[in-house]
């Protein structure tokens, strides 16, 4: 169900130095399985597609790109002429990996890569002891987080959920999921990838498996204000962070004006005041395009 061009979230794509360090933690620690393999990248999916979460091998760690699902082909057409209109620059006008029937990318604000398709094929989960539902979400941290917003909302469709502070985040929707993307102030990099699960007693279990092989949550479990899912985080080996969450706020009334919060408000954790005061140092670049430009899967 969606009411915009975009009807879901796809994948993220995370170039890494370290690609079978990084296919561990996504597969042991998180739970996804591996869908395809190619020279150069693994593909993984929690879902029954063909992948959701992206690993290039590469001499960097950066962000690779976005991916989100159009409606329909008119839609898909529709951003293509936004996008156009904008003036960015088109990166691939076809789809640049492997599971997708249509699409193209293009490059963005502030350098980071928007993979536009649809058709994506099916890929069934095998039964697996543990492991999120599906891919849920995004967070980054533009440089201009009010401009990023305006982007997301005149070209991509993102609707308003939330907004905390003067111009310092914002979350944003594609469907009645009450964030698909999460905007706050910062260095101009993704912060993290997040996933669905169906309880807390799970990121309990992730807590278990990072403390089995030496590494611990950076965060979590808390209640977020904005959004209302319970959530844990842990770094991961490229440096980005990944969020397990579950009970996210659903928004089924598409006119619903977005909640506003103060910057210096309690929306971050409902059950204490604490935060990490390294938390949002942590997060990975996009890649540069210029020094990067013959790398493609």
């Not at 170039?15 to 739970?31: H, I, P, R």
């Not at 409902?270 to 140092?281: I, K, N, V």
Request: net charge negative; proline share 3%; charged share 25%.
């Amino acid at each position: 169900m969606s009411w915009g061009l975009i009807s879901a979230m796809g994948h993220v794509s995370i170039q890494t130095t370290q690609l079978k360090e990084s296919v561990f933690d996504a597969t042991q620690l998180l739970g996804l399985r591996e869908t395809e393999r190619t020279s150069d990248a693994v593909y993984l999916a929690a879902a029954n597609v063909h992948h959701e979460l992206v690993y290039v091998e590469s001499d960097v760690n950066g962000i690779d790109g976005f991916g989100l699902v159009a409606a329909n082909g008119d839609a898909l057409r529709e951003i293509r002429r936004r996008v156009d209109a904008e003036n960015f620059q088109i990166l691939s006008e076809k789809p640049r990996g492997a599971g997708i029937e249509d699409g193209f990318s293009f490059i963005g604000p502030e350098g980071f890569v928007f993979e536009i398709y649809v058709g994506m094929q099916e890929n069934q989960a095998a039964v697996q002891s543990f492991g999120p539902d599906r891919y849920g979400h995004f967070n980054f941290h533009p440089r201009d987080v009010g401009g990023m917003m305006r982007f997301l909302h005149r070209v991509l469709d993102f609707r308003l959920s939330d907004v905390i502070g003067d111009d310092f985040a914002y979350f944003m929707r594609c469907n009645p999921d009450h964030h698909g993307i999460a905007l706050v102030r910062g260095e101009g990099t993704l912060h993290h990838h997040a996933w669905q699960t169906q309880s807390i007693a799970d990121l309990g279990k992730l807590g278990d498996r990072l403390n089995k092989v030496g590494r611990e949550l950076i965060w979590g479990p808390v209640r977020h204000g904005a959004g209302h899912n319970i959530a844990a985080y842990f770094v991961e080996t490229s440096g980005a962070v990944v969020e397990l969450y579950t009970d996210l706020e659903q928004i089924y009334d598409d006119s619903r004006p977005p909640v506003v919060w103060g910057e210096d408000e309690n929306w971050y954790n409902m059950w204490s005041s604490y935060r990490p005061l390294d938390f949002r140092t942590f997060g990975l670049a996009p890649v540069d395009r210029k020094a990067l430009s013959g790398l493609h899967r």
